[in-house]
């Protein structure tokens, strides 16, 4: 039933001339000043105004299509941005053009929150909602069912961070600490959902994989008012407090993001190491998942259990104000 597979990602400029209308389009409705819209471009700028996160996101596509065909369901494999081209409206109106009609859905968002997986899951239903109004006809979208405690997500994380570890001077491995990071989120938003719940696990399997068993999480990319209040610790703010206590090594691993995309390139790679070499504290970072052969081949585990689990009938629609499930 069904015939094709729609990933769904946050999207990211692609050159300099976008990285303000892709700010602009992230930021609609919210209360920003124009110096904050300024900073954020420049974290953009500092790496060319391209977010890697649309072609890491293509070759997760092309990755799932590949192995879907080898397991025998050739369906084509499609993505949709929820803030930048190819945007969700868009990319519906091109599957619709090609025939299909009952995508699997595939949200690139390992743990629940509003903000990511429900959030997705209404952006969806509003590019359909147009894709109805623009053409009488619909396309029904199943998503998959959550992962982030899923085996090989665990395998491909843990794989990153053993990687990153061996990197570091061997006298310092035995001695570093595993500290994973996730976006923040407001905490009223965290306590609706089962954000840090699923973080906490994924966390746990990563770090026992990893045999690191010297692990915290903390969380990174705060964007609200100061006076609000977020998930904490800030990752800047818990090295140099535990550098402070005495930490001599550090391996990030940004467990809440699948692609190495601007938040972790700036936060991260830039923000977080330049704090890491003021204070001396030795730090390494873990590769997000990216296009790692073992996550792919989760992605294709997920969409393969769709199809079998509706084999013999099509899914219930979700009736409004029913609990969802997965992310």
Do not use: K
């Not at 303000?20 to 000043?33: A, D, I, K, Q, T």
């Not at 665990?154 to 990197?167: N, P």
């Not at 006298?171 to 996730?182: E, K, Y």
């Amino acid at each position: 039933m069904f015939d094709a597979v729609l990933i769904v990602s946050f999207g990211g400029p692609r050159g300099p001339a976008d990285v303000r209308p892709f700010l602009e389009r992230v930021l609609h409705g919210r209360r920003v000043s124009p110096e904050r819209l300024d900073e954020v471009a420049r974290h953009y700028e500092r790496f060319g105004g391209v977010s890697p996160i649309t072609e890491l996101t293509l070759r997760q596509a092309e990755g799932l299509r590949q192995r879907l065909a080898a397991a025998g369901h050739p369906l084509p494999v499609y993505v949709g941005m929820r803030n930048w081209h190819p945007l969700l409206a868009d990319t519906l109106r091109t599957m619709h053009e090609a025939g299909a009609r009952h995508a699997v859905g595939f949200i690139t968002a390992a743990h629940h929150a509003y903000s990511s997986c429900q959030q997705y899951r209404e952006n969806v239903d509003a590019a359909r909602a147009a894709l109805r109004q623009a053409t009488g006809a619909d396309i029904t979208v199943t998503h998959v069912d959550s992962w982030f405690d899923h085996p090989l997500f665990v395998a491909a994380q843990a794989g990153r961070v053993r990687a990153a570890l061996e990197t570091l001077p061997e006298p310092l491995r035995g001695r570093a600490r595993l500290i994973f990071t996730a976006h923040s989120i407001p905490t009223p938003m965290a306590e609706a959902s089962r954000y840090r719940e699923q973080l906490l696990a994924s966390c746990r399997l990563v770090s026992q994989q990893a045999a690191m068993t010297d692990w915290a999480l903390v969380y990174q990319s705060r964007s609200g008012r100061p006076g609000d209040p977020w998930l904490e610790p800030d990752v800047c703010d818990y090295l140099r407090r535990e550098r402070a206590a005495g930490l001599e090594a550090a391996v990030l691993c940004p467990v809440g993001f699948l692609c190495d995309h601007i938040e972790v390139l700036y936060d991260l790679d830039y923000e977080a190491a330049g704090v890491c070499q003021a204070i001396g504290l030795r730090m390494v970072r873990a590769a997000a998942v990216n296009d790692d052969p073992r996550f792919l081949d989760m992605m294709a585990d997920l969409v393969l259990r769709t199809i079998r689990r509706y084999e013999r009938g099509r899914p219930l629609p979700i009736l409004p104000g029913a609990p969802l499930h997965g992310g």
